[in-house]
């Protein structure tokens, strides 16, 4: 195994509090991540606060991470990583971390980890539509964005490249996405599945109407944040034609496989053990002045401190520990000209609250918003190679825009490669009921195990759902955890805006069952914590994990928590980056549109900085 690295320095809570940084970051996540490097390269001296271990920024660690992984029974989302009790992660029932007050479950999770939740993402970049930017004033839904779509488009085109986006940009315009003239992505789009290519041939062009409109039942492939192979075209900063793309980033000097092209594993979902999905280490591993970033991992920010004459951050408190087990911690303080806080849209929104500052609205914390998805669950007439390949790599993407927003959310639809697992009913079940019910072995197991798994399609409606005030995070001085700090409180609700969509997607799954002449298994248990009943029909939805909106960003103090820039509007050397500040979400997974709106801050960090150093006199 070759020679661990790291882009960043570790440091220990003394040289902490020994330095006046220009700019401390809560969170090594997506966000944090391209903060630090961004700045760190224009000269600023950066501290990171990282409520997580920090061993998985080597290769050693994330192979650790991976190991983990393999000899867990519960292959959730969190499996990799072992429970820290001073950093806990909504887990799926793992660990009970957030505190529901319902009416339904928020049914997700995030990862406490260095890497944040890149650490478990399903990689898919797609970028949002002009119309998402406007979902208010288009559709009377939700709220709007303080910024059109193309002044995002610079800093999409910059994210793609951070991450090596690969993909498909004239099959992206043909669903309505705008990019600049001649613009390709870093990376050549992935091959459809063969699982993809079978859905392909069953549909053959067949449509469905919805509220008066035509929609062609055509798959696209999705662009994703994974290597594939390098594209000769790709020329965007700086790179000549000849010049390809070139991955960077690993955890490895010689990276030999690691970080090189997707392998096919289909676990994306948790680990890419090869490393060839994006997370945010490769971002903190391409730092080039590792000397101008601190990390200071297993320290815990509970409190942002401000001067009360001015508004102003002066420092961020955290706890320090040394045993994820234990909650023996010391307290220090993190001191600098700048703060940003990038640890989570729940995270951020807890530790304002936590905080207890004065504010010129009570919108903190609240607009909490997630993808709900509804999962339909089939067997395929043949056997159509499930199991291999990415997680995903085609869906349905023509229900993006439309009229009917008017009345129902659009939505997107994914194929899994993965079979059923996510639905509850994967694999584990079916050898169990061959082994324990059919008393099957040898070659008649093999067989059964082949017919029921490798003819497995699994339908996933990523729907979206828009802003709403009662949906929210709130705190309690009752749930605390092993440190002492707030977990949080959700309260979340789904409205009948989403749930007619729902019920349009479960009848549109079994209009694409019936062209593929596949067997219908979806059934929806009563019993499931996110169960809930639309029209007399019950369904119960699974979280995207693409938690958002808690520090809405918007046009005025009075509507919204920050600017188009990220920067608080109480505190003006206050930034919260991340999902919390978006909006709305549209149809599109929101990592990306993370790191675009995350560059468009950085710009704005640097001008504050630099206007910040020079003598008040001038």
Known sequence: MSQSRTKVTFVNCETVSQTLYDVVIVGAGVAGAIVAKQ????GKRVLILEA???????????????????????????????VNRNALSPTDGAN?????????PLSGSYTRVLGGTTM?????TIRMLPEDFELQTKYGKGLDWPIKYEELMPYYRQAEYEMGVSGDVEGQKSLGVPFKDGYVFPMLELPPSYLDKKVTEGLNGATVELEGETIKLELSTFPQGRNSIPNPDYNEYGHKADIRFVPDGVASVK??????????????????PVQAKYDARKTLNTIAFPDRVDLLAQAVAYKVEVNPDNGRVTAIHYKHYQDKNSPDHTVGIAQGTLFVLAAHAVENAKLMLASDLKSSNDLMGRNLMDHPFLLAWALMPEVTGTMRGPLVTSGIGTFRKGKFRHNQCTFAMDIHNDGWGWSGTGATDVVRDAVEKGNLYGSELRQELISKISRQLLLAFMCELPADSNNRVTIDPRYTDQLGNYRPVIHFDLPDYCKKTFAYARNLSKTIFNHLGAEDHTHYDDTDPAYFEYEGEGYWFRGGNHFSGTHVM?????????????????H???????????????????TLSIAALTFMAAEEMLRDLDIASKPANL
Request: charged letters at 15%; glycine letters at 12%.
């Open 39 to 42: 700045l760190s390269e224009q």
């Open 96 to 104: 009970h971390y957030f505190e529901e007050k319902g009416p339904l």
């Open 52 to 82: 997580g271990t920090g061993h998985g920024l080597t290769l050693e660690g994330f192979q650790s991470h991976v190991d983990t992984f393999y000899g867990a029974v519960d292959k959730n989302a969190n499996s990799p990583y072992p």
């Open 572 to 590: 003006q050397n206050l930034y919260m980056v991340g999902a919390g500040s978006m909006p709305s979400i549209g149809s599109s997974n929101t």
């Open 554 to 570: 918007g046009t005025t103090k009075y509507n919204s928590v920050v600017d188009k820039y990220m920067r608080s509007w109480d």
């Open 120 to 124: 478990h993402w399903e990689g898919k």
């Open 255 to 272: 990276p030999v496989e690691y970080g090189e092209r997707c392998q096919g594993n289909a676990n994306c979902v948790p680990i890419c």
